[in-house]
């Protein structure tokens, strides 16, 4: 199972990290990766890591600003956010993908934690 952390309420231009631990089952040969749904939206690609860290894509929206890493001694991935938008604010959620290279495609993932809120304030 994975469960992603670490979101919350802050303000437009702070930073927030969140954390995906697994649990019962090792993903370290697997991608990770984070998606969001905003309220009222589809749910929408974010970032994707690839097994060994050392492939990494990211959404047009939150290149520059997120940082998707991942920690294969303890099994964790992690998504950095930087200078924070309103738009950002959504439910997260961090998957494991079927492959060892992911992609923007919800669809690989075959693995889903329950997300974490991030509501950012302008």
């Known amino acids: 199972q994975l469960q992603a952390s670490g979101g919350g309420l802050v303000q437009a231009g702070d930073s927030l990290r969140l954390s995906c631990a697994a649990s019962?089952?090792?993903?370290?040969?697997?991608?990770m990766a984070w998606f969001r749904q905003a309220p009222g939206k589809e749910r929408e690609f974010v970032a994707v890591i690839s097994w060994d860290g050392g492939t990494l894509y990211y959404a047009d929206s939150v290149r520059g600003r997120f940082t998707i890493s991942r920690d294969k001694a303890s099994d964790a991935a992690y998504l950095n956010m930087n200078s924070l938008k309103p738009e950002d604010t959504a439910v997260y959620y961090c998957a494991a993908s079927g492959y060892s290279f992911g992609s923007r495609g919800s669809g690989d993932y075959v693995q889903w934690g329950r997300g974490t809120l991030v509501t950012v304030s302008s």
């Open positions: 019962g089952r090792t993903f370290s040969n697997n991608a």
